[in-house]
Every structure is written in C-alpha cells, then in structure tokens.
C-alpha cells in the first residue's frame, strides 16, 4: 500500500466532518450574538472600536496566521528545509515594520479604510478609488491562497482526488464565508479570529511538543530524521540552496522573496483595519505587542512542525497527497495522533481558513462601499444604513470571486500565494503610505502614480512570471509547479517581483509628486499632529 493511500485511508471523513461542522456552528451562533448590536457603520467595519489592545492582538495573530502559516509554511519546510523557513523569517520580521512606522499613525489618521489615510491631505475622489481598487486586488490575491488551502486539506481529509469535488470544496468554503460577515460584520469576525488564533497556537503546541517528545527533545536528533527520512537529498534540507540556489535567478529570487514579506505586511489592507477596532492609539500598540509575542512563538513552532513531517512523513509523500505540500501538517498529525488528531487539527486549519477570508471580505468590501460608494459616488453624502447595504452585497460578490480563483489556483503552495499577495501590497500600498505620513511635499499625482503604477507593474510581472506558466513537469508528481498547466508565456525570470516592482512604486510616487505644483502644507501639518498625538483621531482621549 502507497503512503499516499495509507494517508487517505488513515483518515475517518465521517469524524472529519463532525468535528468541521460543530466548529462551524458553534463559530456561526458566537458571530449571531456578536451581530445583535451591529447597528452603525462603525459597529460594521471597526467593531463599534470596542476591542482591548491585548484582544484585538490575539485578533490580529488570528487574521495574519493564516493558511499560508500553518499549511504552507510547514510544507515548505518539509521540503526544502532552510529555504522554507525564510517564509517564517519574513511574515515575523515584517511586524517590525508594521509596528515601527505605521499601527500608531494609521489608528489616529484614519476612520474606516486605508483611503481615510491617503486621501486626508488630497484629492478625495481619485485616491479614494485607488485606495479601493489596491485594496480590492491585494485582497483577491490572499484570497486565493486561503481557498487553495482549503481545496488541498478538505481534499486530504475526504480522499477527494478529483477537480470537480475540489472545487464543490471550495465553493461551500467560500460560502460560509460571506454567511460569516453578512451576519457578523467586525465584531463577529474578530470573534471568530480571537478563537481560531487560540485554538491554532494551542494545537501548533501540542504537536510541537509531541514532535520533540518523540526524539527525546532533541532538535538535532529531528533535523537527523529528516535528512535520513529524505534520502540523498538529505543534507540540502539543513543549509540555504536547495530551493532558492541552483543559480543566480534563483537567488535574486530568494532576496526578491524576502523583501516582498518583510515590506508586504505594512500594506496589507485586512491587517491595517484592524487598527481601528480599538479606542485610543495606545490600545493599537499594545494590539501590535500582543501579535507579535504570539506570532513569533507560532514561528518557531512552524520549524519543528516542518522538519517533523519531513522526518515523520517524508518530503516524497507530502508532495504526492491530494494537498500536495499543504498536506504536511495534516500527515503529521496523522502519523502522530492518527484520525482523532487529524480531524482536530484540520478543523484548525479549516477555522484557520474560515476566520482569514473573512477578514479579507470584509476588508474589501469596506473599502468599496466606504471609499468607492459614499465617498466617490455619493460625495460623501450617503447615509450609514445604504453604505453598509453596499458593504454586504460587496462581500457577496467578492465571495464568489475568490471561489472561481481559489479553483483555479487549486493545488499552489499556499505560502507561495500568499507571497505574491505581499509583493502586491509592498509595492502598490507601501509607498503610498509612507510617503503620506512622512513627506511633506507628497501630492495626489503622486499617490495615484505609486498605487497605479505599483499595481500594474506588480500584476505584469506575476502574468509573465513562471509561477502563472513555463515551469517545468515534475517528474515525481507528473504536474508542473506553475498555474497553468502545459503553457508557457513567461519572460519574466523571478518568481515574485518584489525586486523590481518595489522601487518603482517609490519611484514613480517621488516623480508624479514632484512633476506637480500642488501641495498642501496646511493640510499636511494638520495630519502630522493628528499622527504622533491622536487628537482628533477616532474616539480620542485627551491626557
């Protein structure tokens, strides 16, 4: 009998299901309650601000541990050793950018949405529908590394090996999702990511715990398991190189990688509106300690749970799952705890996927009905009930989106995905915000060339990437590790384009700025002060 068919059969899709749908019940009454006092546009989209810096915290590791974390991480590592943990490095080191430059100043500037940031000292209209569109396409591209997750685990838990039955997968998930911020709006959400954060780390430990115990917690002796476990290729698993360092394209796509993780996190819309849940800036700098300290502790986890299942499972077998290397998590549970811990801990990674693409639905949809309908279309004169109505038919059609691309995107590492999402945010969001909250001679030419412009070079340059075409066929899986299989129209060499589009989203921001005469010094003093002291910010507090 294969590994692959003792993996199947290993599992009891009937108890796998049990526990799926008691989470999702108990997750949906928990949404229900936390809904009866959404009434304003502020309860909607920043949870009436309501959250303690400390839950909001565990909200944020909630929302930012997503599949990618737990699913994709852990394969990664599985596979290709060191080079996987570079994904763990990144997603923690770039807290310190969030924390540092843009938690604090974003709570006080802003209101809702990252356009309140970007259009308090510009043209309202115009970068309030950038802010929109960045918002919306950065949103779709994590998406879809969420619904892709959940194709590969729901695939490995039922033995569902065909197309068709993993997309009817994706498209139940998707569903649940949008019943999650119909009803919930923020508040319910944020309850939703509070629990599956506590129940994520709680589970990570566990197994964590369980890998060491069985090699005397001796963390040399595991790596040893997982070099022996891969055979001649053993070693490579240890030291840099064995998936970022068969040649110089190669390693500039390594550093491309890690400057799209560490400068991505600070632009990613889901992440910043979470700041505004909270009352006073002090609360958003306690939230961001808070989501550190727990992320950072996942990290590690995520190391020992990635040489576990290569020593425990085995590189060759994890990337013959249904899952492919989004299955290693789940085979380790399985080898460790057999079907009770599978079930429990894909529960987790399904709470996992639940609680992040919902809020991202809600992000986006936020961000459409607050900067795109009252502020663009109605000028800002639309009232609270109409703009949360939009809001809610938003996160509708947004659902159904993600559902057709997480099919087709169905299979990609996971953690990979998410990269992309970054180098999306890094480039198109980053600049922008910086250059807002920093310099003052920054104008509304400039915001539109940056998110624009970083925009459409980032999305060029993943089109004609070798992560859409042009990879070659595995002969071990028989499938190529590009999107599209059996086409190939890449000219662009690196997998993600942080490298390139990155500092042409500063470039193109420094010169729209300065080949414009408008400017607004008053305005930009205002912002400063608002910034730094949060007088005048949301539910201020004077000391």
């Known amino acids: 009998m294969s590994t692959l068919a003792a993996s199947v059969e290993g599992s009891n899709p009937t108890l796998n299901i049990t526990i799926f749908a008691l989470f999702v019940v108990i997750t949906l009454v928990i949404v229900f309650r936390a809904s009866r006092n959404t009434k304003t546009a502020s309860d909607y989209y920043a949870a009436g601000r309501a959250f303690t810096g400390p839950q909001n915290g565990i909200a944020i590791s909630g929302d930012y541990l997503s599949a990618a974390s737990f699913l994709g991480i852990a394969g990664a590592i599985a596979v290709y050793g060191y080079d996987g943990f570079l994904y763990s490095i990144g997603f923690l080191v770039a807290w310190l950018v969030a924390l540092l430059l843009v938690a604090e100043l974003l709570r006080n500037t802003g209101k809702f949405t990252m356009g309140d940031v970007l259009a308090f000292r510009m043209k309202q209209r115009p970068v309030r529908a950038a802010a929109a569109i960045s918002t919306l396409v950065v949103s779709f591209f994590y998406l879809l590394a969420q619904m892709a997750g959940a194709g590969g685990l729901v695939a490995l838990l039922l033995g569902i090996d065909g197309k068709a039955a993993q997309s009817l997968v994706i498209a139940v998930v998707g569903v649940i999702m949008i019943a999650y911020v119909l009803i919930g709006g923020m508040k319910g959400t944020t309850w939703v990511q509070i629990i599956k954060a506590a129940l994520l780390i709680v589970g990570a430990l566990a197994m964590t715990l369980w890998v060491l115990g069985k090699y005397g917690f001796n963390f040399s002796s595991l790596l040893q398991g997982a070099v022996d476990k891969a055979g001649q290729a053993g070693e490579a698993l240890l030291g840099p190189g064995k998936q970022y360092g068969k040649d110089g394209t190669t390693k500039l796509d390594f550093f491309s990688l890690g400057i799209a993780l560490v400068l991505g996190t600070a632009g990613l819309p889901h992440v910043l509106m979470r700041f505004y849940t909270v009352p006073t800036a002090r609360e958003a ?248 002291t949060g007088a005048g910010a949301e539910k201020a507090v004077q000391h």
């Open 285 to 532: 700098r306690r939230s961001v300690v808070w989501a550190i300290v727990l992320i950072g502790v996942f990290y590690l986890f995520t190391l020992v749970l990635g040489y576990g299942a290569g020593a425990l499972v085995g590189p060759d077998a994890i990337k013959k799952a249904p899952g492919g290397v989004n299955s290693a998590a789940p085979l380790l549970a399985l080898n460790l705890g057999g079907p009770v811990l599978l079930g429990l801990i894909s529960a987790i990674a399904f709470a996992t996927i639940l609680a992040v693409v919902a809020g991202l639905t809600i992000t986006a949809s936020a961000s459409f009905a607050h900067d795109v309908y009252a502020n663009v279309l109605k000028k800002g004169k639309a009232n609270t009930g109409s703009e949360v109505r939009v809001a809610r038919i938003t996160a509708v059609v947004i659902g159904i989106v993600a559902i057709l691309g997480g099919i087709l995107a169905n299979g990609q590492n996971v953690a990979f995905l998410v990269a992309l999402a970054f180098a999306v945010a890094a480039s198109a969001n980053l600049p922008t915000i910086l250059y807002s909250l920093f310099w003052k001679r920054f104008n509304t030419q400039g915001a539109l060339w940056s998110i624009y412009g970083g925009l459409i070079v980032t999305i060029v340059l993943i089109v004609f990437s070798p992560a859409v075409s042009g990879k070659p066929v595995d002969p071990k899986t028989g499938k190529s590790a590009s999107m599209l299989q059996g086409v190939d129209f890449h000219w662009f060499p690196l997998d993600n384009p942080g490298l390139v589009s990155i500092p042409i989203a500063f470039i193109l921001g420094w010169l729209g700025t300065i080949l414009s005469k408008e400017h607004d010094k008053a305005k930009f003093a205002e912002m400063e002060v608002r910034a730094l």
